[in-house]
């Protein structure tokens, strides 16, 4: 890759499509927490995660109606976690340090309240260093479902309770969660959550029609 403009701070990269670009500071070290952390902040408009290898793994804006499918996704899990108090909602901007290394942004995911409570006020304002309880992806027309799958299996190795993955395009849902082999169900109306999340119901059939 050559970079298409150079100055004392940054380097400047083309990426995507014409007019969008990455910037690189200078002397970073990606695979620092804290390196990476700037180069986050310095490009905003991007999606960026890291694998447990220390690839970059950098995503265009969401685009089209999947968009309108996370907002309503978040929209039910938030609801419910308000009512429910134990823990805390966020969406696909929230970023995770995992112990394999990785640090990951699910579309919307679930942290109990006493995990938190572990944290270092310092720690809050970062990447957050835990494991969520509860993920969600969904799929968007440009995605590999072989690669959400294996991202779904790593979710399920560092421990996460439950693991979601929204198929609109097929109209299915993977279900992952520890020690068991991923459940496949196929054209869903709804999805219970419990018992990770107490009396969560996901209406999956709004959620896959909200694109058309």
């Not at 995503?59 to 805390?88: C, D, H, R, V």
């Not at 995911?109 to 944290?119: D, F, M, N």
């Not at 109209?171 to 991923?182: D, K, S, V």
């Amino acid at each position: 890759m050559s970079a298409l403009t150079m100055n004392p701070q940054f380097l400047l990269f083309p990426f995507g499509q014409t007019g969008q670009h990455l910037r690189l500071r200078g002397g970073l070290d990606l695979t620092d927490r804290h390196d990476f952390g700037l180069f986050c902040d310095d490009n905003k408009d991007w999606r960026i995660e890291r694998s447990a290898h220390g690839e970059l793994v950098i995503e265009m804006p969401t685009k089209g109606f999947t968009g309108n499918m996370n907002a309503y996704l978040g929209f039910q899990l938030f609801g419910w976690a308000l009512q429910e108090g134990s823990g805390i909602a966020f969406d696909s901007s929230a970023g995770f340090e995992l112990p394999n290394g990785a640090m990951r942004s699910p579309d919307a995911s679930w942290v109990r309240k006493s995990q938190l409570a572990a944290l270092t006020d310092e720690q809050k304002q970062e990447f957050l260093p835990l494991v969520p309880e509860v993920i969600f992806e969904l799929r968007s027309s440009s995605d590999r479902l072989k690669a959400l799958q294996d991202k779904m299996l790593e979710w399920q190795s560092v421990g996460v309770r439950l693991g979601v993955l929204l198929d609109p395009q097929e109209r299915q849902m993977h279900l992952y969660r520890p020690g068991q082999a991923p459940q496949l169900l196929s054209n869903p109306t709804t999805l219970d959550c419990s018992p990770e999340l107490p009396n969560f119901t996901l209406d999956t059939g709004a959620l896959f029609d909200a694109g058309l």
